[in-house]
């Protein structure tokens, strides 16, 4: 379970949540594509998931990552939300399973079970 932190730099921004903590979490999702499909899914991730992400309000950002790593395509998919309600607006009441979507299947060599989850304590 996530927990609130309050923090002690002042030189820095942070937003605070009622709690006293930062309002931001960070959903981290990695899938690993064979090489010869890597144009074609991040094409599908631009034009599917994009939009789906960007119909959630509470996404603050959204950031797909690509890296080449022999024959295979690692995508690393980081989004940015104001709250942990806002990412099960996404994800579901359970946001730290990995969402999927059905084109899925023919572009990922496996799937993974779980996306991490983290709450940002400070940023500058």
Known sequence: MLTSYVSTEVSGRYRKSQKGG?????????????????????EFMKERAAPDYGSIDGLKKLY?????????????????????????????EHPEIAKYYPEDDSFLLEK???????????EK
């Open 112 to 122: 993974e079970e779980t996306s991490a989850l983290y709450e940002v304590f400070f």
């Open 64 to 92: 797909f990552l690509r890296r080449i790593d022999g024959d295979a395509a690692h995508f690393l998919l980081v989004t940015l939300w104001d709250s942990m309600e806002s990412v099960k607006k996404f994800a579901g």
């Open 22 to 42: 930062l309002e931001m979490i960070v959903r981290l999702w990695h899938g690993r594509t064979n090489i010869s499909k890597a144009d074609e899914y991040s």
